[in-house]
Nanobody, 123 residues
Framework: QLQFVESGGGVVQPGGSLRLSCVASGQALDHYAIGWFRQAPGKEREGVLCIDSKGNIRNYADSVKGRFTISRVNAVNTVTLYLQMSSLKPEDTAVYYC??????????????WGQGTQVTVSS
C-alpha cells in the first residue's frame, strides 16, 4: 500500500534552516519523478522542486532558487526524498508534501496525499 510520510518540519526563525524528509513506500516509485509541494494558509497547493529518476531537477518556485535543494535515494519499493531549506523566510511557512510529479499519485481513482509536515518561519 502506497504511503507518503513527510517529516522534519518545525518552527524556525527567519534565516534558519530545516531538512525535510519524505519516505515514499509501497510502490515501485524509483522510475517516477517525485517532488515537494507546499500549501500556505489560504492558498492553493503549489509545486516547489521536483527530481526525476535520473536526478534532473525542475524548479517550480522562483522564490526558493538558491535556498532549497532536493535530493532522493532509491531503494526497493521505497524512495526517500529530501528537501534542504536554508535562508528561510516567513513566506516559506506552509505545510509541505511530497508526491509524484507532474500529477499526484492516484489511489482508487483519487489523488493521494500524505499528511504533510508543517514548516513555520517566524521570529
Amino acid at each position: 500500500q502506497l504511503q507518503f510520510v513527510e517529516s522534519g518540519g518545525g518552527v524556525v526563525q527567519p534565516g534558519g534552516s530545516l531538512r525535510l524528509s519524505c519516505v515514499a513506500s509501497g510502490q515501485a516509485l524509483d522510475h517516477y519523478a517525485i517532488g515537494w509541494f507546499r500549501q500556505a494558509p489560504g492558498k492553493e497547493r503549489e509545486g516547489v522542486l521536483c527530481i526525476d529518476s535520473k536526478g534532473n531537477i525542475r524548479n517550480y518556485a522562483d522564490s526558493v532558487k538558491g535556498r532549497f535543494t532536493i535530493s532522493r535515494v532509491n531503494a526497493v519499493n521505497t524512495v526517500t526524498l529530501y528537501l534542504q531549506m536554508s535562508s528561510l523566510k516567513p513566506e516559506d511557512t506552509a505545510v509541505y508534501y511530497c508526491n509524484t510529479d507532474p500529477r499526484p499519485f492516484r489511489v482508487d481513482g483519487n489523488d493521494y496525499w500524505g499528511q504533510g509536515t508543517q514548516v513555520t518561519v517566524s521570529s
